[in-house]
Nanobody, 120 residues
Framework: QVQLEESGGGLVQAGDSLRISCKASGPSFRPFRMGWFRQTPGKEREYVASITWIGGSKYYGESVKGRFTISKDNVKRVVYLQMNVLKPEDTAVYYC?????????????WGQGTQVTVSS
């Protein structure tokens, strides 16, 4: 079983920066890729960014390109999301997801998420 624990969210002002983290644990944690997603009430979960666990290839959603940076620490089993030039529309609960295999494009969400609120 895999556990994911998101942290680092909070209340910031538009234009500020914030870094959130996702700590993974569990003996079966061997992902192909890790990702960040976000969700606001009444809306579907939105893809934000992802990173390949071995190799480190990075991918971003259009709404965050140039502002957000995903990174990882394989030894610590932590994935980070550095968010710069935050906008009120970035307000959401942020979840990290684990994609176990290359064959199946499916992320699993094991954590409770972390709330990011951006005031205007």
């Amino acid at each position: 079983q895999v556990q994911l624990e998101e942290s680092g969210g909070g209340l910031v002002q538009a234009g500020d920066s914030l870094r959130i983290s996702c700590k993974a644990s569990g003996p079966s944690f061997r992902p192909f890729r890790m990702g960040w997603f976000r969700q606001t009430p009444g809306k579907e979960r939105e893809y934000v960014a992802s990173i390949t666990w071995i190799g480190g290839s990075k991918y971003y959603g259009e709404s965050v390109k140039g502002r957000f940076t995903i990174s990882k620490d394989n030894v610590k089993r932590v994935v980070y999301l550095q968010m710069n030039v935050l906008k009120p529309e970035d307000t959401a609960v942020y979840y990290c997801g684990e994609r176990p295999t290359v064959e199946k494009n499916e992320f699993h969400f094991w954590g409770q998420g972390t709330q990011v609120t951006v005031s205007s």
